[in-house]
């Protein structure tokens, strides 16, 4: 009887294609990056590339979610909110995890592939704010709003949140010599997230008591 061949893990393959295209997504862009160059630098083929994601668009669209998932995933976030029942402890998990991974000494490519995104939006935007943004973003409004005391869909709740999470995105992508050259006092990540969280609960605290509040539908005459 002749000898089976093995199988290919086809999750193997498909995490390995993912990374390959998302480092070379991040150096070069998607508009530069051929399918021809990916398929060379992954050692596979186009029908494999055809075959997990359906073409260039669908791994690319593939490439931005899990960018997405490298500065927060929805499962760390929903970790996150579980440590405590009290909103405040909830954004300063949050806030704490992010000025961290910002202190990275090298980025994960995802964090470039998503700055190229915003800098220059692709037909790809729409599907990662449907299936990376959205769910985070109404996470957050969530526990942004419990500590507001207003609606998470109250227009203060949106615009705090963007002022939230903002600064924690800046200092991600900043250059590393800031905190060498420029802003020593930046090396010191447990001072810094501390401070980024005594701004951002002053912030929200200021914001909240400027607020109005929700109105509330008038009564319609009796007849």
């Not at 390995?16 to 480092?23: S, V, W």
């Not at 060498?180 to 990540?189: C, H, Y």
């Amino acid at each position: 009887m002749a000898t089976r061949t093995p199988r290919t893990d086809g999750n193997t393959t498909r995490l390995h294609i993912l990374e390959t295209a998302g480092r070379l997504f991040a150096e070069q862009g998607f508009a530069e990056s051929t399918s021809k160059e990916i398929c060379t630098r992954a050692g596979t083929n186009m029908a494999a590339i055809n075959y997990h994601f359906g073409g260039r668009d669908g791994l690319y669209e593939a490439v931005l979610v899990e960018a997405h998932k490298q500065l927060v995933s929805l499962d760390e976030l929903m970790a996150l909110s579980l440590e405590s029942t009290d909103p405040r402890q909830k954004l300063r998990a949050f806030l704490t995890h992010m000025v961290e991974m910002s202190a990275q000494p090298k980025a994960p490519w995802g964090f470039r592939v998503v700055l190229r995104e915003a800098l220059s939006p692709s037909p790809a935007m729409p599907a990662l704010i449907q299936r990376a943004v959205l769910p985070k973003a109404k996470l957050l409004r969530g526990i942004v709003g419990e500590i507001m005391g207003l609606p998470d869909d109250h227009p203060s709740v949106q615009r705090s949140l963007l002022l939230t999470v903002l600064p924690c995105l800046v200092m991600t992508v900043a250059p590393k010599d800031l905190s060498s050259k420029v802003l020593p006092a930046l090396k010191d990540t447990k001072a810094l997230a501390d401070e980024v969280v005594r701004y951002v609960l002053a912030g929200l605290d200021a914001v909240a008591k400027a607020a109005e509040p929700p109105a509330v539908p008038k009564a319609g005459k009796r007849r």
